[in-house]
């Protein structure tokens, strides 16, 4: 399975974006699929994730009500919309896929990962 994230870029703070990961290779319909983010010099953070059927999701103490993750089995993608962003959302966003799991928070249930973009919130 390879994940391409896109959708990142520069806005400003209190703005909306939308982010997209698009898996290729295989379905990933049955897949539990999960957004973690990167600060500069920073941890690994979990943002959101999904389950396959898209029944579950989970949320991150800093973006719950304001980030929705989606999924689209059909377009094989999956979807991270960002309202009310902050300066502390500024960040590489990384989408992730795990086949076995139901939307775990934790990075290490995902085996694989896309490459990341990049999420900049100005003042």
Not at 107 to 115: I, K, N, T, V
């Amino acid at each position: 399975v390879q994940l391409q994230a896109s959708g990142g870029g520069l806005v400003q703070a209190g703005g909306s974006l939308t982010l997209s990961c698009a898996a290729s290779g295989r379905s990933v319909s049955t897949y539990a699929m999960a957004w973690f983010r990167q600060a500069s010099g920073g941890p690994r953070e979990f943002v959101a994730s999904i389950s396959w059927k898209g029944g579950i999701t989970n949320y991150g103490d800093s973006t719950k009500g304001r980030f929705t993750i989606s999924r689209d089995n059909a377009k094989n993608t999956v979807y991270l919309q960002m309202n009310s962003l902050k300066l502390e959302d500024t960040a590489v966003y990384y989408c992730a896929a795990d086949q076995f799991g139901g939307a775990s928070v934790v990075s290490r249930a995902y085996e694989y990962w896309g490459q990341g973009t990049q999420v900049t919130v100005s003042s």
